[in-house]
């Protein structure tokens, strides 16, 4: 084999190995392109996505995490249709990885509650405003009152901010993997049991 090639190219256990290795780094590490995937989701009548930021990848349960406003718009449709997918890219390793899954909405929950602890500031003030996200407004706006705007609360005063504030965890169920490369694109899709039993399968790129 060609020595440029990853040693993933032709192995579908280091492909899985790999996908995970990019969501973990995604948690961590702002650099890393996979920490913003697109979120899509259907209503029934149509998709519609948005960027988010990964918050959590736990491979041995198979399961992906975002936080999210319990007020936006994901949550009405959410309630509607909990099939979810994701879309992340890694233009430096040239890997797009698709995700579908389940997701499960944890408002004012154990789960959300150990997140919201350990939120910083920065974070929690999207959590603060008056209105919820996607609100008509007349004069342009942060949605943010006006002691807010520009400054960082003292974190004791953000804690109204959890009643706005959920965890978005998805079951994941499908894969869909694609590396580009000059010798040869690869894609394959890796299939996940309710009981964590993996299968993949090479396809056509
Ligand atoms: C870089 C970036 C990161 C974002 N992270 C999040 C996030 O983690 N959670 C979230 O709800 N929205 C996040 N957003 C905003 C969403 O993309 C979206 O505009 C907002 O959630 C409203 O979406 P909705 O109307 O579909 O609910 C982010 C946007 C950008 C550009």
Redesign the pocket.
């Known amino acids: 084999m060609n020595k440029q090639t990853p040693n993933f190219y032709n192995n579908k256990d280091l492909i899985y190995d790999e996908i995970w290795n990019l969501l973990s780094r995604g948690v961590v590490d702002r650099s890393e392109e996979f920490r913003?995937p697109t979120?899509i989701?259907n209503d029934g009548k149509f998709s519609?996505?948005?960027?988010?930021?990964?918050?959590g990848a736990f491979k041995d349960i198979n399961t992906i995490r975002?936080?999210?406003?319990y007020r936006?718009?994901?949550?009405?449709?959410l309630k509607i249709n909990n099939n979810i997918c994701f879309v992340f890219y890694n233009k430096k390793r040239k890997i797009q990885v698709r995700i579908k899954g389940t997701a499960l909405i944890n408002y004012n929950n154990e789960i959300a509650k150990k997140a919201w602890v350990k939120t910083q500031v920065i974070s929690r003030k999207?959590y603060l405003a008056s209105n919820p996200?996607?609100t008509i407004s007349r004069e342009p706006t942060s949605g943010l009152s006006k002691e807010l705007e520009g400054k960082n609360p003292e974190i004791n005063n953000t804690e109204i901010g959890y009643n706005n504030f959920c965890v978005i965890d998805t079951k994941i169920n499908k894969f869909e993997w694609l590396y580009l490369a000059s010798q040869g694109h690869r894609r394959a899709k890796i299939s996940v049991t309710d009981n964590n039993n993996i299968s993949s399968q090479w396809i056509t790129p």
Do not use: W
Not at 48 to 54: A, F, S, Y
């Open positions: 913003l979120v989701l519609d996505g948005r960027i988010v930021v990964l918050r975002f936080h999210t406003d936006s718009d994901k949550i009405r449709i999207c996200p996607g």
